[in-house]
């Protein structure tokens, strides 16, 4: 109770604080960040995007593993799991994904809609995977143990990356860089002289 009383007189003393100096617009993220200090409160580093995202993705492959029946451990995760993971997303997805007897198959713009699946995007895919083998290890989990850096995920990953490419009718070809060719000026080419 004590806790909780004094928790509020801090956070009571920290609004007035904050409405004191609200006119002031020279206040930094530094001089805040002291003040919390100075009143005993912990302040959370601020985490950029693709950190909060990390936290998010393995948080929710979390609560799959505790969904699943039976419930799993990650310690007893494998790369199978992971890629009844990845199919379970499909569900959620936003990407339409035509099937082989669509008559829109292989076009990049469909003229029309059609009752094809959506299914999650390749490169959703790709990241997620990214950051939950970023997870596992930061987590605890020993590189040689992460089920997302499996051969099986890293095939499931190209072959959705190619399926959804022949549906689309886009190739996902890495492109070559072309050099572009040096183009000589007159004065270049014939040595400038002057006369």
């Known amino acids: 109770m004590a806790a909780a009383v004094a928790a509020a007189a801090a956070a009571a003393s920290l609004s007035r604080y904050n409405n004191n100096n609200n006119n002031s617009s020279s206040t930094s993220a530094t001089q805040n960040h002291q003040n919390h200090h100075q009143l005993g409160l912990v302040v959370p580093p601020v985490m950029s995007r693709y ?63 059609c009752p094809c699946p959506l299914k999650q995007a390749w490169g959703s895919l790709d990241a997620l995977i990214g950051r939950l083998r970023a997870a596992f290890e930061e987590n605890g989990g020993q590189p040689e143990t992460n089920p997302f850096g499996v051969r099986a995920v890293r095939l499931y990953l190209r072959e959705v990356r190619d399926a959804q490419a022949k549906a689309r009718g886009i190739g996902y070809d890495k492109k070559k860089r072309t050099r572009k060719p040096h183009v000589t000026t007159d004065s270049e080419a014939c040595g400038s002289t002057s006369i």
């Open 51 to 113: 950190e909060s995202q990390k936290r998010r993705d393995w948080n929710t492959f979390g609560q799959y593993l505790k969904n699943h029946r039976p419930p799993l451990t990650l310690s007893r995760c494998s790369g199978a799991h992971v890629l009844e993971f990845l199919r379970y997303l499909d569900q959620f997805g936003k990407t339409k994904v035509h099937t082989e007897n669509c008559p829109f198959f292989g076009h990049p713009n469909p003229p029309a809609p």
